[in-house]
C-alpha cells in the first residue's frame, strides 16, 4: 500500500518506519525534506508534502493538530477523495480531533491517538499487541485495519462517523496514563469471550 504519512515528528516517526517494515510504501511529507533522519534504516523516504500526497492511497496525519488547517489550506485539492486516518490530538481543546480543519471530500479515519507512541513503537504486552480502537468509514474499514496491523496493533472497529467515540478513549488513556500516574506503557484492551 502507497501511504503519506504528514509529519516526521515521534508518533509520525514510529508509524511510519513500522509500516515501511511491515512491508507498506511509506513516504514521509515533511516541510524540511532534506531531513531524512526519521527513515532510519527502512525503505521509507522523505519528501515534500506535496509529493507524499500526490500517489498515496493513505494519508496519516501525524502532525500537531494545531497546524492541520494550515497544511489543508495549502493542499486541500490534493486531499480531497482520499483516505486520511488523523493520529492527531488537539490537547486542550474541546475536539481533540482534526476533522474540521480537513476537506469535506476526505475519506475520514480516526486511530492512533488513544496510546501513547512507546505502546506504538513497541505493541507487545505480555498477553498480546495492545488494540487500536479506531472509526472509519465503512468501505475503507479493511484498509485502516491493515494499516493498524502494520504497526503491530489489534485494530479493533468502533463504527463510521465514530471520531468522538475514539477521542473519549483517548480522554481515558490520559486520565489513567498521565493524571493517575500509571505511566505511558499503558493500553486499553478489548475482551471478548
Known amino acids: 500500500m502507497e501511504i503519506a504519512v504528514i509529519g516526521t ?16 510504501r ?46 489543508t489550506a495549502e493542499h486541500d485539492d490534493t486531499l480531497d477523495g482520499k483516505l486520511v486516518i488523523d493520529a492527531t490530538n488537539q490537547m486542550g481543546q474541546p475536539v481533540a480531533n482534526s476533522r ?36 472509519a468509514p465503512s468501505a475503507d474499514r479493511t484498509t485502516v485495519e491493515a494499516v493498524v496491523d502494520g504497526v503491530g496493533l489489534r485494530p ?13 478513549l483517548f480522554q481515558i488513556w490520559i486520565a489513567l496514563a498521565l493524571e493517575q500516574g500509571r505511566g505511558r506503557r499503558l493500553a486499553l484492551r478489548l475482551i471478548d469471550h
Open 156 to 168: 479493533v472497529y468502533l463504527g463510521e462517523d465514530q471520531e468522538a467515540l475514539v477521542d473519549a
Open 26 to 71: 511509506v513516504t514521509f511529507g515533511s516541510r524540511h525534506p532534506d531531513v531524512r533522519d526519521v527513515v532510519a534504516d527502512t525503505s521509507a523516504t522523505v519528501t515534500s508534502i506535496a509529493d507524499a500526497l500526490t500517489d498515496a492511497e493513505v494519508v496519516i496525519l501525524a502532525l500537531p493538530g494545531a497546524a492541520v488547517a494550515g497544511m
Open 9 to 24: 515528528g515521534f508518533v509520525g516517526g514510529i508509524l511510519g518506519r513500522a509500516l515501511a517494515g511491515a512491508g507498506h
Open 100 to 135: 474540521a480543519a480537513l476537506p469535506a471530500g476526505v475519506r475520514y479515519a480516526r486511530a492512533f491517538n488513544t496510546l501513547g507512541g512507546e505502546n506504538m513503537a513497541d505493541p507487545m504486552f505480555a498477553d498480546g499487541p495492545a488494540d487500536m480502537f479506531f472509526s
